[in-house]
C-alpha cells in the first residue's frame, strides 16, 4: 500500500464542506433530479439542444485540403460537441488553384457542408477569405475599393500669393494611381503654421478655392497678416488588401469600401458568380448557417467614400465641405494603431466646433456602415436562407448602434497575455442587445498572442466567465486548423504558427492531448449558454455610453449589475413600477458616469422617467453640451435647462467620486438582485425565466470566494451543475420578502450555476460552524469532517441536535506510479509517442523531472487512499496542467470541474484501500520547444505540465437529520 501524510482538517478543508450543498451530487441520491423551472428546463439542461453548442473557427488554406480530410475533421468537431464549424480560408500558397472563388474552394465548402448534414454540425462561412473583407478583381482605383481621405498643405505668409498645383497628401500605397480632388481651402492660422499638433485656425477666416482649380493647380493672393495654409484634400483607393495580402486569391484582392453599397454589391456578385454553385447554394440554404463578417480592421489615412458630402450634408444638415481640416486626427484609421478619438486632432478651429464636427463625421461613418454595408450583407445573407453575424467594432464608429442591425452581435476577448484581463469595450452591445431583444450575444474566444501551443484551459474558461458575466451567450472557440493540409509535420498545419512563429493561440484538435477531454467542455459551455438564453434578462444598471471610442470606463458598480446603453435604446424604452425596459431587462436606476455629451431629446426622456421615479444618478460634472455641431448653440442651452430640472428631481442625485455609486444607489432604495454579504468581488447574469429564476455567478478573482449570497426570487435555490447536467436542491438557505440566502463557494477562474422556482421544501436556515446540510430526495442530511454534535435550525424555527461519529483526518497521497504518453514527431514527420514509467514520492511538474522536461502529452497517476466505514471524501486536486479526468476502483467518474479541480467522491469509494487514477493531458508547448522548426516555441519557458498539487483527501461523513 502506498504512503499517506496525515494532517488535521484545515481551514480550507471546513470552508470546502460549509459550501457542500451547493457543489456536491450525492452519489446515492435515489429520486430523478428535481425540474425547479420546468421539465423541459430540467432536460435539456441535462442535454442542451444543438443550437446550444458553441462554435469553433475552422480554418483552411483556402481550397488547398483533401475532401476526406475535411470529411473526418467534421466529425471530430462533432464528436467533440461543437455545433457549428466557421470556416475561414486563410491563405494558400497557390491562389490561382485554390483561392477565394476557385472551383476547388467551392467544391471543398460543398463537402464541409455535406459532412456537417452528416454529423450534426452547422457550417457558417466567411463574408471573404481572410480579414477585413476583400473581393477578388477590384484593384486599388477600382471605385469599389475602399476610399481614403488624405490632405496636403502649403504654408503662405499674408499678403504673399501660393500659385502652382493643389497641395496633395503623402504618397500612396502601391498600386493607387488615380486620386480625386475633394476641396481646396484656405484658412489664417492662429498662430504658427507649423506648431505642434493641434495647428490652431481661424474659421471664420477660412476661404474655398475649389471653384478657382484649372488643370490642377490654383492661384490665390493672402491677405494681409498672419501664417495661411492652402489645403488640397483629395479622395483616393487605400490599396489595402486582406491580412494575409494577395495569397487569398487569383486575380488580387483588395477591401472593399464599407461606406457604400457599392463595396457590399461587389462581395455579393463575387459570391454569386464565382463561390455559389447552385449545390452550394442549395446545401447553405438547408444547414441554415451564419454569414459571418470579422471586426473592422480597416486602413486608411481617413475613412471615406465618394458621396461622403453629400451623405453628410443630408445626415447631419449643413456642410462637412468647410470644417474637412478639423475631421483629421494622425493615424486614427491606421490598422492596429492606438490612436482614437480622444488624441489631438491636426487642426482645430479656434471657435472650439472641432470636437462637435468630428463627433457628427464619426455618427456619419456609423449610419453608412449600416445603411451601405450591413443592410445590403444581411438582407442578400437572408436571400441565401443565412444569417449575417458581425464584429461590429475596429473603428470610429458607434459599435452598439451597428449591433442593433446585425442579426447576431459578435465581440472578442482578444488577449496580450495569457493573465486575461476583463476590458468594458468588449460589453458595449450588452445594453442593445437586451433591449433589442436578440437571442444570441456572441464571443469569438480566445485568442492570445504568442500562446499558440501553450494555452491551458482554465485560461480559455476565464476568457470565456467574464463573457458570460457581462451578457454573451454563444462562444466561437478560436479555433480548429486543418492538420494535414501543406505537407506540414506533425502537429500540423496552424495560419498562426508558419514558419516557426508562436503567434495567436489556438490549434485545438487531435493533434492537441487535451482533445480527447474537449467534450467536457463543450458540454459545460453548452450548458451555461442554454441557461443564459432562457427567459429575459435581469440588469441592474443602465450605464449611459455615447462614444465612438474603442475603449469604455467601467462604474465603480461594486455588486450590481450593468449594461451599456445609447440614446437610440434609450429614447426607447418604457417605464413602469420604477423599472426601465420592465418586460427585459428592467433596469433599476440610469448611471451617468463621467458623459459630457447628452441629446436633447434623451434629456427630455430622462427627465421625464425622473419624475415618474426612475433613479438616476450622475458621477462627475452632468452632461454639459449636446453631441454634434447642427443648431448646438440653441439646443446646448436648452439642454442645460434639462438637465437643471432633471437635478433637482427627488429620485436624481450627483455625486463627485465614482467610488460613490453604490452608497449612492442605497440611498435611492436601489438593492442589486445579487447580494453577497461581503465585497466579494463576484460578477453575476441573471435570467428570469416561467417560474423562477437563473443566476451566473462567476469569480474573477484570484482567490476562491465563499460568501452567503441574496439573491432576489421566489421559490426554493437549486444547484446547477453545467459539468454534469445535474440539478440538486441545496439543502440549507433562507427565504424572506422576495430574497433567497444561499451559501456559495466560486473557485478563482470559476463559476456556478443557481436555480431559485418551484415549491417551498423542508430545509436548514442554520448549521454549526464546520457542518453543512445537504438535500438527498426528500431527506436532509448533516455532512461534517470532524467528530461532534452539531445543532441544525430548520426552516420551521426547530433546532436538531446531530452527533457525527469519528472521521479520518485529511491527507496527502505522498507516493504516486505515473505512466507517461510522451507525444512527438517521429522520423516519418507523424506523430508517435513514447512510454515513460515513474514512481513518484512526491508530485512535482514535469519540468523538474528530468526524463520528462521537454515532454508533452498524456501522464495517468495512481495511488491508493484509505477510508472507514460510512466515510465518503472530497478530493482537492491542487494545481493540473492541463485537463483532467478522475477514475476511482475503475469507475470514471462524472466530468469534473476543470477550473476548481474538486470533486465528491461519494457513491464510489469503499470502505478500506481505494485505488485513485488521475489522468492528465497537457499543451504541447514543451515538446515544441525542442521539435525543429518552432524557433518562437523555443524562446518561451517550460510550462508546468502534469499533476502537481497538493492533492488533498478529505473525509467526511453524513448523518440524517431526523424529525
Known amino acids: 500500500m502506498l504512503s499517506f501524510t496525515r494532517r488535521r482538517l484545515t481551514v480550507s478543508a471546513v470552508a470546502l464542506l460549509m459550501a457542500a450543498a451547493l457543489v456536491s451530487v450525492p452519489r446515492d441520491a435515489t429520486a430523478a433530479d428535481p425540474a425547479p423551472l420546468g421539465d423541459t428546463f430540467a432536460k435539456q439542461f441535462a442535454n442542451p439542444p444543438a443550437a446550444a453548442q458553441p462554435k469553433i473557427r475552422y480554418w483552411w488554406p483556402c481550397g488547398q485540403l483533401d475532401a476526406a480530410d475535411i470529411d473526418a475533421e467534421v466529425k471530430q468537431i462533432a464528436d467533440r460537441g461543437f455545433g457549428a464549424a466557421e470556416i475561414a ?89 488615380k486620386q480625386t480632388l475633394v476641396a481646396v481651402q484656405a484658412v489664417r492660422c492662429a498662430g504658427d503654421c507649423a506648431a505642434t499638433k493641434p495647428v490652431r485656425l481661424d474659421r471664420a477666416s477660412l476661404v474655398d478655392l475649389t471653384g478657382s482649380v484649372r488643370n490642377g493647380a490654383v492661384t490665390w493672393r493672402a491677405p494681409a497678416g498672419g501664417q495661411w495654409l492652402v489645403l488640397g484634400f483629395w479622395q483616393r483607393g487605400t490599396g489595402q488588401a486582406s491580412v494575409s495580402a494577395q495569397s487569398v486569391s487569383s486575380p488580387d484582392a483588395y477591401v472593399v469600401d464599407h461606406f457604400s453599397a457599392a463595396g457590399a454589391r461587389a462581395s455579393t456578385a463575387f459570391w454569386d458568380e464565382r463561390v455559389l454553385s447552385p449545390q452550394l447554394r442549395r446545401l447553405l440554404a438547408e444547414s441554415g448557417g451564419d454569414l459571418f463578417e470579422d471586426s473592422l480592421e480597416l486602413d486608411s489615412a481617413q475613412h471615406w467614400t465618394a458621396a461622403f458630402l453629400s451623405r453628410f450634408s443630408s445626415l447631419r444638415g449643413y456642410s462637412l465641405q468647410k470644417y474637412l481640416p478639423v475631421v483629421f486626427i494622425d493615424r486614427i484609421h491606421r490598422q492596429y494603431t492606438p490612436v482614437g478619438t480622444g488624441d489631438s486632432p491636426d487642426f482645430e478651429f479656434t471657435d472650439g466646433s472641432g470636437a462637435r464636427v468630428r463627433e457628427d463625421y464619426y455618427r456619419t461613418l456609423t449610419d453608412l456602415y449600416v445603411a451601405e454595408h450591413v443592410k445590403p450583407l444581411q438582407s442578400w445573407a437572408h436571400s441565401r436562407g443565412l444569417r449575417y453575424r458581425a464584429q461590429p467594432y475596429g473603428t470610429t464608429i458607434d459599435t452598439a448602434r451597428v449591433s442593433a442591425a446585425v442579426d447576431v452581435p459578435e465581440t472578442e476577448s482578444l488577449g496580450l497575455q495569457d493573465d486575461y484581463q476583463d476590458s468594458p469595450f468588449r460589453w458595449v452591445a450588452n445594453g442593445t442587445v437586451h433591449l433589442t431583444g436578440r437571442p444570441v450575444y456572441s464571443l469569438e474566444c480566445c485568442a492570445v498572442y504568442n500562446g499558440a501551443y501553450g494555452q491551458t484551459w482554465p485560461q480559455v474558461l476565464r476568457h470565456v466567465g467574464t463573457a458570460f458575466a457581462h451578457g454573451v451567450n454563444q462562444v466561437v472557440y478560436h479555433g480548429f486548423a486543418t492538420e494535414n493540409a501543406l505537407g506540414t509535420p506533425w502537429p500540423g498545419f496552424s495560419p498562426f504558427t508558419t514558419q516557426g512563429g508562436n503567434g495567436f493561440s489556438e490549434s485545438w484538435g487531435p493533434r492537441q492531448p487535451t482533445w480527447a477531454d474537449t467534450r467536457a467542455i463543450t458540454a459545460w459551455t453548452a450548458r451555461t449558454q442554454y441557461v443564459l438564453r432562457q427567459g429575459r434578462p435581469s440588469v441592474d444598471l443602465a450605464v449611459y455610453r455615447e462614444s465612438y471610442a474603442g475603449t469604455a470606463q467601467a462604474p465603480t458598480a461594486g455588486s450590481f449589475t450593468y449594461d451599456y446603453v445609447g440614446p437610440d435604446q434609450l429614447n426607447a424604452a418604457s417605464l413602469s413600477g420604477r423599472r426601465l425596459a420592465p418586460d427585459g431587462p428592467a433596469y433599476r436606476a440610469v448611471v451617468l458616469d463621467r458623459q459630457e455629451t447628452l441629446p436633447l431629446a434623451t434629456a427630455r426622456r430622462l427627465l421625464a422617467h425622473a419624475r415618474a421615479g426612475l433613479p438616476i444618478v450622475v458621477v462627475g460634472d452632468a452632461p454639459r453640451r449636446v453631441p454634434g455641431a447642427a443648431d448646438s448653440r440653441t439646443q446646448d442651452a436648452a439642454l442645460g435647462q434639462v438637465v437643471t430640472q432633471l437635478l433637482a428631481q427627488p429620485s436624481v442625485r450627483r455625486i463627485a467620486e465614482p467610488a460613490q455609486l453604490t452608497q449612492t444607489l442605497a440611498q435611492l432604495r436601489v438593492r442589486p438582485a445579487a447580494e453577497p454579504t461581503d465585497a466579494s468581488g463576484l460578477l453575476t447574469a441573471r435570467r428570469t425565466v416561467s417560474g423562477g429564476d437563473a443566476y451566473y455567478l462567476f469569480n474573477p478573482t484570484a482567490t476562491t470566494i465563499t460568501t452567503d449570497l441574496s439573491l432576489e426570487g421566489r421559490g426554493a435555490p437549486y444547484a446547477l451543475d453545467a459539468w454534469t447536467g445535474r440539478i440538486t436542491p441545496v439543502g440549507r438557505f433562507r427565504a424572506a420578502e422576495g430574497r433567497v440566502t444561499v451559501p456559495v463557494r466560486v473557485p478563482a477562474g470559476g463559476s456556478t450555476l443557481v436555480a431559485i422556482g418551484g415549491p417551498a421544501r423542508p430545509h436548514a436556515t442554520a448549521v454549526g460552524e464546520g457542518a453543512e446540510v445537504v438535500a438527498v430526495g426528500s431527506e436532509l442530511r448533516l455532512r461534517a469532517g470532524r467528530t461532534g454534535t452539531y445543532s441544525v435550525t430548520r426552516d420551521n424555527g426547530s433546532t436538531a441536535q446531530v452527533t457525527v461519529p469519528a472521521v479520518t ?78 477514475t476511482v476502483n475503475g469507475t470514471a467518474l462524472p466530468p469534473i470541474d476543470q477550473v476548481g479541480r474538486r470533486l465528491d467522491l461519494g457513491g464510489y469509494v469503499k470502505a478500506g484501500t481505494n485505488t485513485l487514477t488521475i489522468r492528465v493531458a497537457t499543451p504541447l508547448r514543451n515538446r515544441l520547444r525542442v521539435t525543429d522548426g518552432f524557433p518562437g516555441q523555443a524562446a518561451q519557458p517550460r510550462q508546468e505540465y502534469g499533476l502537481i498539487g497538493p492533492v488533498r483527501l478529505t473525509p467526511y461523513r453524513e448523518v440524517s437529520i431526523s424529525g
Open 89 to 177: 480560408c486563410i491563405f494558400t500558397t497557390d491562389p490561382g488553384q485554390y483561392g477565394w472563388g476557385s472551383p476547388a474552394l467551392t467544391q471543398r465548402l460543398r463537402t464541409a457542408v455535406e459532412a456537417g448534414r452528416k454529423y450534426g454540425v452547422q457550417i457558417d462561412v466567411t463574408a471573404g477569405p481572410a480579414w477585413p473583407l476583400v473581393v477578388p478583381g477590384l484593384t486599388p482605383d477600382s471605385p469599389q475599393a475602399a476610399q481614403e481621405l488624405v490632405y496636403g498643405r502649403a504654408v503662405v505668409d499674408g499678403g504673399g500669393t501660393f500659385s502652382g498645383p493643389v497641395p496633395t497628401g503623402p504618397a500612396p500605397r502601391a498600386g493607387v494611381t
Open 809 to 886: 483526518d485529511a491527507s496527502t497521497p505522498q507516493q504516486w506510479k505515473l505512466s507517461v504518453d510522451d507525444w512527438r514527431r517521429g522520423p516519418d514527420g507523424r506523430r508517435t509517442v513514447v512510454s515513460h514509467e515513474l514512481t513518484l514520492p512526491e508530485l512535482k511538474p514535469w519540468s523538474e523531472i528530468p526524463e520528462l522536461q521537454d515532454v508533452s502529452g498524456v501522464g495517468t497517476y495512481s495511488t491508493e487512499i484509505r477510508l472507514q466505514a460510512g466515510e465518503s471524501a472530497y478530493l482537492d486536486l491542487g494545481r493540473v496542467t492541463d485537463t483532467v479526468s478522475v
